[in-house]
């Protein structure tokens, strides 16, 4: 399944906004607090729709660890409990759509403290009172391509000062997604290489890794989560973190995308950490793996000499099936919670880079 569009009402700084027409690889550009990443996290929810603690994970890649309920608060617009956020999206495969409504829940203390069941003491917030805010449920629906659909819930709340998660079992998710996201704690490298192990993929990532150090012969992952590389003239295994930030990122990237074969790649200011000779390696890499693995790629942007190695890749004789996959989508601030985005195909984006338009 591929995300086809999206529709983003009152989360993060966002009161409204809308993007269509999304294709495998997928660039989003824009000035600072133009909300990049904000659409990154609520296409990232929607991938994950029966997770509540997407709500906090989205968080936690901001530096924001969840301290108290207060913190639930960071996913609606303006701060305030009463702006509702709601995600939609259409897709393209066995659901046509999924939509995602967050909503706060109140700790009803007469109800908690009669009941059996924690359960029963969650009730949606539909007032302006709130001090008895404690959790966030997840309203959600699918729509099968067979024009049926469901309705589903789960929730987190903070009970006898932890975190409870409860997921609706109802429902198995069909679509994988990871954000991916430069110096990110809680780095999902060495789980995503065990992946590969498994699959007998391994070679596929070190043939690209080549590319930037040809002494690059093996990757291992040790039991405690370390990776080590084989380099030809070293005697001695060499810890991943001693090969600079050019090897560690471009194998994040390429690794998330083959350990989730038939997902949804999320990949926040993908330039970050790399030296401007590293953006034709990386982006050839990852167009041929969303191709080989069938992954959709959303990555976000503001570096000129990224974009314009990623047009040198689409230009080449072979990559004419890329050059339809590859979509930019420019985000304007328009103030007031109001935001516009412009889609660039290839021919619009091949324009405006050779014409020097400004589209970052």
Same mark, same amino acid.
């Not at 259409?90 to 109140?106: A, S």
């Not at 070679?203 to 291992?220: A, N, T």
């Not at 030809?232 to 991943?240: E, G, K, Y």
């Not at 090897?247 to 401007?276: C, M, P, Q, T, W």
């Given at each position: 399944?591929?995300?086809?569009?999206?529709?983003?009402?009152?989360?993060?700084?966002?009161?409204?906004?809308?993007?269509?027409?999304?294709?495998?690889?997928?660039?989003?550009?824009?000035?600072?607090?133009?909300?990049?990443?904000?659409?990154?996290?609520?296409?990232?929810?929607?991938?994950?729709?029966?997770?509540?603690?997407?709500?906090?994970?989205?968080?936690?890649?901001?530096?924001?660890?969840?301290?108290?309920?207060?913190?639930?608060?960071?996913?609606?617009? %303006?701060?305030?409990?009463?702006?509702?956020?709601?995600? !939609?999206?259409?897709?393209?495969?066995?659901?046509?759509?999924?939509?995602?409504?967050?909503?706060?829940?109140?700790?009803?203390?007469?109800?908690?403290?009669?009941?059996?069941?924690?359960?029963?003491?969650?009730?949606? %917030?539909?007032?302006?009172?709130?001090?008895?805010?404690?959790?966030?449920?997840?309203?959600?629906? &699918?729509?099968?391509?067979?024009?049926?659909?469901?309705?589903?819930?789960?929730? &987190?709340?903070?009970?006898?000062?932890?975190?409870?998660?409860?997921?609706?079992?109802?429902?198995?998710?069909?679509?994988?997604? &990871?954000?991916?996201?430069?110096?990110?704690?809680?780095?999902?490298?060495?789980?995503?290489?065990?992946?590969?192990?498994?699959?007998?993929?391994?070679?596929?990532?070190?043939?690209?890794?080549?590319?930037?150090?040809?002494? &690059?012969?093996?990757?291992?992952?040790?039991?405690?989560?370390?990776?080590?590389?084989?380099?030809?003239?070293?005697?001695?295994?060499?810890?991943?973190?001693?090969?600079?930030?050019?090897?560690?990122?471009?194998?994040? $990237?390429?690794?998330?995308?083959?350990? $989730?074969?038939?997902?949804?790649?999320?990949?926040?200011?993908?330039?970050?950490?790399?030296? $401007?000779?590293?953006?034709?390696?990386?982006?050839?890499?990852?167009?041929?793996?969303?191709?080989?693995?069938?992954?959709?790629?959303?990555?976000?942007?503001?570096?000129?000499?990224?974009?314009? $190695?990623?047009?040198?890749?689409?230009?080449?004789?072979?990559?004419?099936?890329?050059?339809?996959?590859?979509?930019?989508?420019?985000? !304007?601030?328009?103030?007031?919670?109001?935001?516009?985005?412009?889609?660039?195909?290839?021919?619009?984006?091949?324009?405006?880079?050779?014409?020097?338009?400004?589209? !970052?």
């Amino acid at each position: 399944m591929k995300i086809t569009n999206l529709d983003i009402s009152k989360f993060r700084a966002f009161k409204q906004l809308n993007l269509d027409g999304f294709g495998r690889i997928n660039i989003l550009l824009g000035e600072n607090n133009c909300g990049k990443t904000s659409v990154l996290e609520a296409l990232f929810l929607v991938t994950g729709i029966s997770n509540p603690n997407l709500a906090l994970t989205i968080n936690a890649l901001r530096d924001l660890s969840y301290k108290d309920p207060e913190d639930f608060r960071y996913v609606f617009h %303006n701060l305030n409990f009463e702006n509702i956020p709601v995600i !939609r999206v259409g897709l393209n495969g066995e659901e046509t759509e999924r939509n995602l409504k967050i909503i706060p829940i109140v700790d009803d203390p007469v109800l908690r403290d009669n009941s059996n069941n924690g359960t029963q003491a969650l009730i949606t %917030n539909t007032t302006k009172n709130e001090d008895f805010i404690f959790g966030l449920q997840n309203n959600f629906s &699918i729509c099968r391509n067979d024009n049926v659909s469901f309705h589903f819930k789960s929730h &987190i709340y903070s009970r006898a000062g932890n975190l409870v998660h409860e997921i609706s079992p109802e429902y198995q998710n069909k679509l994988e997604g &990871i954000f991916v996201r430069y110096a990110a704690k809680n780095d999902p490298l060495s789980t995503n290489l065990e992946k590969l192990l498994k699959k007998k993929k391994k070679e596929k990532v070190i043939e690209i890794l080549k590319q930037l150090d040809p002494r &690059i012969e093996d990757i291992s992952v040790f039991s405690d989560g370390r990776i080590f590389v084989n380099l030809s003239n070293i005697s001695q295994l060499v810890p991943i973190n001693l090969m600079g930030d050019g090897v560690r990122i471009l194998l994040a $990237y390429i690794s998330s995308i083959i350990a $989730y074969e038939k997902g949804i790649i999320f990949i926040d200011e993908i330039e970050n950490g790399l030296h $401007y000779s590293t953006h034709k390696i990386l982006w050839k890499a990852i167009i041929k793996a969303a191709h080989e693995n069938d992954v959709q790629v959303f990555a976000s942007t503001h570096n000129i000499e990224t974009l314009k $190695y990623l047009l040198d890749v689409a230009n080449e004789n072979n990559a004419t099936k890329d050059r339809d996959e590859i979509k930019l989508f420019r985000i !304007r601030n328009l103030g007031e919670g109001m935001f516009k985005s412009y889609r660039y195909d290839f021919p619009e984006f091949k324009h405006a880079i050779e014409q020097e338009n400004e589209i !970052r």
